[in-house]
């Protein structure tokens, strides 16, 4: 056997990984959708001035879609996805973490919609990456809707309210 043959074998071996065109078009349409739907709740935070935003809600997304990828793939017992899921909960938590500031002046706490973005971003990545493309996109929408519409709302209401003080 040539070394050229040998290289060949190695790289189809090494590649088997996607059984068939059906399942690699699978992994691609999932990881393309994953980042994809990570990449619009990052936008709407960008647009706010976040500092999580596009890149780093679609790098959430598309890790956590493509950890329970490996594992359905590999056809792991429920038990296995189980235990992958929840450390890709309390991995997240600690990026989650690192967003939240507490300012000593005011005592204000900044941040939390932001973590908490990023914890639905990931919970949308794991959605996509077990096939259930309906509820991540769902959610990605209720998701838009809370940040943007609900937002703009509850800034409404606190202007009537603190306009409606003021008058006599």
């Not at 050229?4 to 090494?14: K, R, Y």
């Not at 996607?18 to 619009?40: F, M, N, P, S, Y």
């Not at 997304?61 to 996805?81: N, R, S």
Request: net charge negative; hydrophobic share 50%.
């Amino acid at each position: 056997m040539s070394a050229w043959t040998t290289v060949q074998a190695t790289l189809v071996d090494e590649f088997s990984d996607a059984a068939d065109v059906e399942q690699l078009t699978r992994a691609g349409l999932r990881i393309l959708l994953a980042a994809l739907l990570g990449g619009v709740l990052g936008f709407e935070r960008e647009q706010q001035g976040k500092a999580a935003g596009v890149r780093t809600h679609m790098l959430v997304a598309l890790g956590a879609a493509i950890f329970v990828m490996i594992m359905q793939f590999e056809e792991a017992h429920t038990d296995a996805l189980s235990r992958v899921i929840q450390g890709i909960a309390a991995g997240v938590g600690f990026l989650c973490a690192g967003t939240i500031l507490k300012s000593d002046d005011s005592g204000q706490i900044k941040g939390l919609t932001t973590a908490a973005g990023i914890w639905l971003t990931t919970a949308i990545g794991v959605a996509v990456g077990l096939g259930n493309e309906t509820v991540a996109i769902l959610a990605t929408v209720m998701a838009l809707i809370i940040l943007s519409v609900l937002r703009k709302i509850l800034e409404r209401l606190e202007n009537r309210h603190e306009g409606g003080g003021n008058s006599p």
